[in-house]
Nanobody, 125 residues
Framework: EVQLVESGGGLVQTGGSLRLSCAISGLNFDDYGIGWIRQAPGKKREAVSY????????WYIDSVRGRFTISSDNAKNTVYLQMNALKPEDTATYYCAALEEGLSTWDSVSRYKYWGQGTQVTVSS
């Protein structure tokens, strides 16, 4: 059974930082990469970052590049999203999700197979 559990969300002021964690179990990391996907009220889900374990590559959407950093601790089966210089437009529910590599590009949200429950990030102005 594959499980992904997010944590670390909260309320922060503009310019502040949060670190999200995704605890993963039951997943073969040779076959799957992990993405962070957010959904703001009234908007579609948007992939913001991704890490591929097969080649240790990372990807970022333009709006977060330079502010967000994805990383992993393989010994703990945990993927992190460090979010700095937060803006009100970053407010959303953030999900971690697993994508089977080779089937789609990282920003194809509908192709992610396993999802966590989400953690809320709110950035106040």
């Amino acid at each position: 059974e594959v499980q992904l559990v997010e944590s670390g969300g909260g309320l922060v002021q503009t310019g502040g930082s949060l670190r999200l964690s995704c605890a993963i179990s039951g997943l073969n990391f040779d076959d799957y990469g992990i993405g962070w996907i957010r959904q703001a009220p009234g908007k579609k889900r948007e992939a913001v970052s991704y890490v591929s374990f097969s080649d240790d590559h990372t990807w970022y959407i333009d709006s977060v590049r330079g502010r967000f950093t994805i990383s992993s601790d393989n010994a703990k089966n945990t993927v992190y999203l460090q979010m700095n210089a937060l803006k009100p437009e970053d407010t959303a529910t953030y999900y971690c999700a697993a994508l089977e590599e080779g089937l789609s590009t990282w920003d194809s949200v509908s192709r992610y197979k396993y999802w966590g429950q989400g953690t809320q990030v709110t950035v106040s102005s």
